[in-house]
């Protein structure tokens, strides 16, 4: 696109993530300083076919860093995953005049762009998942809060468990992914962490890791599920079978998901929120903002939607390492 971007929509999709809210807030100031006007579309795609807009002034945004959860709703939609659907959401962002859009979002979200890019939309992307799911990036906003909530959640069942000398079994989100467990699992004292990357081998996991925990003494036990890897439940259910102990469990659901994000988040949301809304402003499309140490850079939409993220082998070492030490 030759002409230069004067007004910009902005939306968020798929499952919310603390920070979204500061990438926004970023984006409309970012827009505002470089003389575009920001639109917000409500609930993601979804609100795109349905024209639901708001203008977006630097006013708008005041106070949002601090905020979690997303004010311009998120959703996921059925309609827009057609092609159909898409033309529409592309005829609907000409209509409204709006020249560049800025998605943020995680792997879903992305398709959705991309297909709005291959109908001549221009449009970059941002990583905002507690999943921390997305290939072309080490790391995507939400994540640490998200880490941060269950790790509190897991020190705070760990104490409890500790009086009662009981086994905990907690299940954390991620979707088909292990970042959360593993993180959460290492930074509060698992005796063992089920990630789907990992096949599920409950005797070489679970059972063997409680016999060498008994055997050096622990009177409790705390194991770290991702919901992609086994249900919580069935994995206590195992537990209680095989060893007689008490176990309990703890689905941690959607808290992880709330909450204000931290100021990694706050701060790699604004970030790439800026770095977003510049790279439309200079005629660069169909990119995600990425983040690999502190360097920010972007990649092609088409190539990130077809990247798939590993574990770092690395913290695969370790973590045996370390709960061996158990
Ligand atoms: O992608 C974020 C996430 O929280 C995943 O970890 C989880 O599997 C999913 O969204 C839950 O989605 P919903 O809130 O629609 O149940």
Same mark, same amino acid.
């Given at each position: 696109?030759?002409?230069?971007?004067?007004?910009?929509?902005?939306?968020?999709?798929?499952?919310?993530?603390?920070?979204?809210?500061?990438?926004?807030?970023?984006?409309?100031?970012?827009?505002?300083?470089?003389?575009?006007?920001?639109?917000?579309?409500?609930?993601?795609?979804?609100?795109?076919?349905?024209?639901?807009?708001?203008?977006?002034?630097?006013?708008?945004?005041?106070?949002?860093?601090?905020?979690? +959860?997303?004010?311009?709703?998120?959703?996921?939609?059925?309609?827009?995953?057609?092609?159909?659907?898409?033309?529409?959401?592309?005829?609907?962002?000409?209509?409204?005049?709006?020249?560049?859009?800025?998605?943020?979002?995680?792997? +879903?979200?992305?398709? +959705?762009?991309?297909?709005?890019?291959?109908? %001549?939309?221009?449009?970059?992307?941002?990583?905002?998942?507690?999943?921390?799911?997305?290939?072309?990036?080490?790391?995507?906003?939400?994540?640490?809060?998200?880490?941060?909530?269950?790790?509190?959640?897991?020190?705070?069942?760990?104490?409890?468990?500790?009086?009662?000398?009981?086994?905990?079994?907690?299940?954390?989100?991620?979707?088909?992914?292990?970042?959360?467990?593993?993180?959460? %699992?290492?930074?509060?004292?698992?005796?063992?962490?089920?990630?789907?990357?990992?096949?599920?081998?409950?005797?070489?996991?679970?059972?063997?890791?409680?016999?060498?925990?008994?055997?050096?003494?622990?009177?409790?036990?705390?194991?770290?599920?991702?919901?992609?890897?086994?249900?919580?439940?069935?994995?206590?259910?195992?537990?209680?079978?095989?060893?007689?102990?008490?176990?309990?469990?703890?689905?941690?659901?959607?808290?992880?998901?709330?909450?204000?994000?931290?100021?990694?988040?706050?701060?790699?949301?604004?970030?790439?929120?800026?770095?977003?809304?510049?790279?439309?402003?200079?005629?660069?499309?169909?990119?995600?903002?990425?983040?690999?140490?502190?360097?920010?850079?972007?990649?092609?939409?088409?190539?990130?939607?077809?990247?798939?993220?590993?574990?770092?082998?690395?913290?695969?070492?370790?973590?045996?390492?370390?709960?061996?030490?158990?």
């Amino acid at each position: 696109m030759s002409e230069k971007i004067k007004k910009i929509g902005i939306l968020t999709s798929g499952g919310d993530a603390p920070g979204m809210n500061a990438a926004i807030r970023a984006c409309v100031r970012t827009g505002a300083y470089l003389g575009m006007e920001c639109v917000g579309i409500r609930r993601g795609y979804q609100g795109l076919l349905e024209n639901d807009f708001i203008e977006l002034k630097v006013e708008d945004v005041s106070g949002l860093a601090s905020r979690g +959860g997303t004010v311009l709703y998120t959703a996921r939609s059925a309609e827009f995953a057609t092609p159909e659907g898409v033309k529409k959401g592309a005829e609907n962002l000409k209509a409204a005049g709006i020249q560049g859009l800025v998605a943020i979002g995680g792997d +879903g979200t992305f398709r +959705g762009a991309y297909d709005l890019s291959k109908e %001549g939309v221009c449009v970059c992307c941002i990583p905002g998942t507690i999943d921390n799911d997305i290939a072309c990036t080490s790391y995507t906003i939400g994540f640490d809060t998200a880490c941060n909530t269950a790790m509190e959640a897991v020190d705070r069942i760990r104490d409890t468990m500790k009086s009662h000398e009981r086994c905990s079994v907690v299940e954390v989100m991620g979707h088909r992914a292990g970042h959360l467990a593993l993180n959460v %699992g290492i930074a509060g004292g698992a005796t063992g962490i089920l990630i789907p990357e990992t096949p599920v081998d409950l005797e070489n996991h679970v059972l063997a890791r409680i016999r060498k925990a008994r055997d050096n003494g622990r009177t409790f036990l705390l194991f770290v599920v991702a919901e992609g890897a086994a249900k919580a439940e069935d994995v206590a259910a195992c537990i209680r079978l095989q060893t007689g102990i008490e176990t309990r469990v703890t689905v941690l659901g959607h808290v992880q998901r709330g909450g204000s994000p931290l100021v990694h988040d706050r701060i790699v949301a604004t970030r790439m929120g800026y770095t977003a809304v510049k790279l439309l402003s200079e005629g660069v499309t169909g990119q995600v903002v990425c983040l690999n140490g502190d360097n920010y850079f972007w990649t092609p939409i088409e190539e990130a939607v077809k990247m798939k993220k590993g574990l770092d082998e690395e913290i695969a070492v370790i973590l045996d390492a370390i709960l061996t030490g158990c």
